[in-house]
């Protein structure tokens, strides 16, 4: 393998390198801001779900409160919201997006902790091997009544992350090619230029062509070297 060629490779994967840290980097950044931002948007459509809830449970108007989950349900459908339940303080569902929970006590540590807490909580969590963002408000009016929990799943956030991973990396990619190009050509021009001029001359030298010399102008480390090889040619001629 050539030294140019040597030059190129190294190049390229250090720069690519750098740049494929610096897109991780940016991408998990991006992830904790999407993450964020559905924290923010769950928090707020459960907390003014919240209100009329209140009321429902505190009148025991199940009717009334299975109404408000499908509301909910469909405003929340744009945000990939898997379910949404209404429990009691046992952690009993009393309502839900899926008829079949019904009457389910939900005691995982999670609903625990939501329904021991006075304010809001999140938490990222796995159902069924697919991750999943939990979040949980008090039902509160004037009394606590229960607790609202909610589950997205990250299905957009998901593909979100891995466009942007993929166009960061495409990009790195070219970027790399392109900082490349123009290290290779200043390299030759620096570099391997030089080099070559003065593996010529000593071949040629060595093998018998006792005029060779090389033929490099410059004030720099490579014009110092090829001069000491044109002064020892000459003093081995001489």
């Given amino acids: 393998m050539g030294l140019r060629l040597k030059l190129g490779l190294y190049v390229v994967g250090f720069v690519f390198a750098v740049l494929v840290l610096v897109g991780l980097f940016q991408v998990r950044t991006e992830r904790k801001i999407y993450l964020a931002e559905m924290e923010n948007r769950g928090l707020t459509l459960l907390r003014s779900f919240a209100i009329p809830c209140a009321i429902a449970m505190a009148n025991n108007d199940i009717t009334t409160l299975d109404n408000y989950v499908v509301q909910f349900a469909e405003t929340a459908n744009s945000m990939d919201l898997r379910y949404i339940a209404a429990l009691d303080f046992s952690g009993r569902v009393i309502a839900h997006t899926s008829p079949g929970e019904f009457g389910k006590i939900y ?15 999140t938490a990222l969590d796995r159902k069924e091997g697919q991750p999943i963002l939990r979040v949980a408000v008090p039902v509160v009016s004037g009394l606590r009544w229960g ?6 799943t990250l299905a957009t956030v998901e593909r979100a992350i891995a466009r942007n991973r993929n166009r960061s990396l495409l990009t790195s990619g070219l970027i790399s090619l392109g900082v490349a190009a123009i290290a290779y050509l200043l390299l030759s021009v620096l570099v ?10 000593a071949r040629r030298f060595g093998s018998g062509d006792l005029d060779a010399r090389v033929e490099l102008k410059s004030g720099d480390e490579m014009g110092r070297l090829a001069g000491q090889l044109n002064s020892m040619a000459q003093q081995i001629q001489d």
Avoid: H, Q
Avoid at 107 to 121: C, G, H, K, N, V
Avoid at 147 to 152: D, I, M, P, V
């Fill in 147 to 152: 607790t609202l929990e909610a589950g997205f």
């Fill in 107 to 121: 005691d995982d540590p999670f609903t625990l902790r939501a329904m021991a807490s006075e304010e809001p909580i």
């Fill in 192 to 201: 391997i230029r030089p080099v070559v001029r003065m593996e010529t001359m």
